[in-house]
T-cell receptor, first 113, second 109 residues
């Protein structure tokens, strides 16, 4: 257990569905991250939040919408996704932005049909 | 552009030693990280290098040469549980992590 939890662990959704991924960290960290991990590709940083404010949005399509209501919770809202969005979505946190070490959650395995 | 290169897959024998290389070209350098990721699990932190040289932590060691843009992770006395992917990441001048695609290490009895 890394202190970062994610739900659901697996999600299958159609292209017209709307769903949300949830991440919660119990470490008292100030920075949280969403990553996309596709097979045999580097981790892709999607969004970064520091003290609940978004500080990075790496050209992610608008069908992905993040939300950070407080420093412990992070959501990724999904709508009208494409099959190529199927991947493992990882949440991570660190003590500070650009911090020494990131703690990852177990990820949500997303399949878009 | 920024780039991290590491081998896609390596195979080694239980009890042996294996070295996983990582080369990088990034906009600035503020440290290099190695993470371990077992299949279906979260990446977990292994090591951090910011100065040249070798950092040893039990069976695992990590080396850095900033002038060569090169690092390696050395795993000794390999155990079956070391079968995993090993991710190299560099923190650039903006303190963002740039990730390699990972090296899948297969340990055979």
């Amino acid at each position: 257990e890394t202190g970062v939890t994610q739900t659901p662990r697996h999600l299958v959704m159609g292209m017209t569905n709307k769903k949300s991924l949830k991440c919660e960290q119990h470490l008292g960290h100030n920075a949280m991250y969403w990553y996309k991990q596709s097979a045999k590709k580097p981790l892709e940083l999607m969004f970064v939040y520091s003290l609940e404010e978004r500080v990075e949005n790496n050209s992610v399509p608008s069908r992905f919408s993040p939300e950070c209501p407080n420093s412990s919770h992070l959501f990724l809202h999904l709508h009208t996704l494409q099959p190529e969005d199927s991947a493992l979505y990882l949440c991570a946190s660190s003590q500070e932005l650009g911090g020494y070490e990131q703690y990852f959650g177990p990820g949500t395995r997303l399949t878009v049909t | 552009g920024q780039n991290i290169d590491q081998p896609t897959e390596m195979t080694a024998t239980e009890g042996a030693i294996v070295q996983i290389n990582c080369t990088y070209q990034t906009s600035g350098f503020n440290g290099l990280f190695w993470y371990q990721q077992h299949a279906g699990e979260a990446p977990t932190f292994l090591s951090y290098n910011v100065l040249d040289g070798l950092e040893e932590k039990g069976r695992f060691s990590s080396f850095l040469s900033r002038s060569k843009g090169y690092s390696y992770l050395l795993l000794k006395e390999l155990q079956m549980k070391d079968s995993a992917s090993y991710l190299c990441a560099v923190r650039d001048s903006n303190y963002q992590l740039i990730w390699g695609a990972g090296t899948k290490l297969i340990i055979k009895p």
